[in-house]
């Protein structure tokens, strides 16, 4: 019966599969996206250690947006109505 399972998760997902060939392309362009490993010098960094860095440096990205959100939204309460009010205009181009 397991066969017959695996028969027909092959037919469902059909042209959905991706390639061994596909994967090791896309792994290696979010390695050239990541500085922390970009940077070395051996190119051989196996697939895991490219998505456990491509986490990393998303969730670094997402503390960092978030602390300068808090920072312009500290300058804007510091800021007289007249500049925080370019300064929303600003942003919202």
């Given at each position: 019966?397991?066969?017959?399972?695996?028969?027909?998760?092959?037919?469902?997902?059909?042209?959905?599969?991706?390639?061994?060939?596909q994967i090791n392309d896309l792994v290696s362009k979010l390695q050239q996206l990541l500085p922390e490993i970009r940077n070395r010098s051996s190119d051989k960094v196996?697939?895991?250690?490219?998505?456990?860095?491509?986490c990393n440096y998303i969730r670094s990205l997402h503390r960092e947006a978030d602390d300068l959100s808090e920072r312009?939204?500290?300058l804007l309460a510091t800021t007289d109505?007249?500049?925080?009010a370019i300064i929303r205009n600003l942003l919202m181009q």
């Open positions: 019966m397991s066969s017959r399972r695996s028969r027909s998760r092959q037919q469902q997902s059909g042209s959905s599969r991706i390639t061994d060939d196996s697939a895991a250690k490219v998505l456990q860095e491509t312009l939204s500290e109505s007249a500049q925080a």
